[in-house]
């Protein structure tokens, strides 16, 4: 088979390794990919947004599957050309990413299909809703509606943090924003391969999404991960599919809009139990890059699968993997490029999130760098390995979190 991911990240340099390694592949291809993508296939000089040109690139080189890395691709509808040209194609239709690139079409679709969630109310006047902010108090939770690249989320834990999150939402003109409860709880990620309502759920990781150790700081795109989560049982799991997942995935096919692909489920689990504080409509980022080296089974086999209607047990490593993610000064207001990486020789896989060479040297372009993913027989031993090796990147532009895994070292 000849394999397609698109996408330039982390993730799609997760998912060009894994996908490398089935016996069914015979070339992986990744458009645009980065210099760390090109050790596991052939990066294919195309923009992640001009899906004409990446359809026109897999029908001339007869490509058998296509896996979509970012959600801004699936958003452009990346999903309909495909199929339109007779192309497999691992991702959701535009309509049905609106799952991640609609907050309100979320919860709207939360609320039909009684998916467990925060109450909310969605807002396009800023007096409105300042008024339903001081009504309800604080903490509460203020999601700008769009794609944010993981970011435009304030958990105001102050009311004035929620007021100066408004004024920043509603200063974009036509902006739509979701208001939502706040739940308590542990946080964990919790992806599965889906098509219409069949799933194949995958081992939960924890990301870390504040930039700062404690938690502190800004929402960012994940600054670590670690999987598995020994706080997240198999009941809790169980009770996340069936009660989140999968009424998910039924409810979008009864309204005509069945899915296909990776989806992602950010749940809360409270006193109340699992609840959902968010649906992405592709593999997490850095979820993927911690929690595909612990799949021991085909990926390639297990899409198939799926796509075939069929639901499959995944096998995994007893192993516990630790990501610690480096990213650029000023992350996540700004970013730094062209500052040089140097590496020495490390034990734990390395994923480039936001690189470029030239010359033969590695430099920094983007926001989010590198991620250093480790393994270990504990928790604590993965970790160590991990910041071990964190310390042999040098570049004076990158900064990581310290605290990654650290809630739940055991």
Partial sequence: MKILVIGKGGREHALAWKL??????????????NPGTAKFGINVDI?????????????????????????????????DVFEAKGLKIFGPKKDVAR???????AKHIMNKYNVPTGAYETFTDFSKAKAYVEEHGAPIVIKEDGLKAG?????????????????????????KVVIEEYLDGFEFSLIALAHEDK??????????????????????????????????????????????????????????LPFTG?????????????KTIEFNA?????????????????????????????????????????????????????STSDAEIEIENM???????????????????????????????TLKEAKEKAYSDVEKIKCKKLFFRHDIGAKDVV
């Fill in 47 to 79: 923009k992640d947004s001009d899906i004409e040109a990446l359809s026109e690139f897999a029908v001339k080189e007869k490509i058998d599957l296509t896996v979509v890395g970012p959600e801004t691709t699936l958003a452009l509808g990346v999903a």
């Fill in 282 to 334: 592709r593999f997490g980022d850095p979820e993927a890059e911690v929690i595909l080296p612990r799949m021991k089974s085909d990926l390639v086999q297990l899409i198939l699968n799926i796509m075939d209607g069929k639901e499959s047990e995944v096998e995994w490593s007893e192993k516990t993997t630790v990501g610690v993610v480096l990213a650029s000064e000023g992350y996540p207001a700004s």
């Fill in 199 to 256: 799933v194949i759920p995958l081992e939960v990781g924890q990301d870390h999404k504040r930039v700062f150790d404690g938690d502190k700081g800004p929402n960012t795109g994940g600054m670590g991960v670690y999987s598995p989560v020994r706080r997240v049982t198999k009941e809790i799991i169980d009770a996340s599919v069936n009660e989140i997942i999968r009424p998910t995935l039924e409810g979008l096919k009864k309204e005509g």
């Fill in 20 to 33: 490398n390694q089935s016996p069914l592949v015979e070339k992986v291809y990744i458009a645009p990919g």
């Fill in 347 to 377: 034990e734990s896989q390395l994923f480039h999130m936001g690189t470029k060479e030239e010359n033969g040297k590695l430099y920094t372009n983007g926001g989010r760098v590198l991620i250093v993913v480790a393994e270990g027989d």
């Fill in 99 to 105: 799952l991640e690139s609609s907050k309100d079409f």
């Fill in 262 to 274: 990776f989806i992602f489920a950010g749940i809360m689990d409270t006193k109340d139990g699992v």
């Fill in 151 to 175: 970011k435009g989320v304030t958990v105001a834990m102050k009311i004035e943090e929620a007021f100066e999150a408004l004024e920043i939402a509603f200063a974009i003109p036509d902006n």
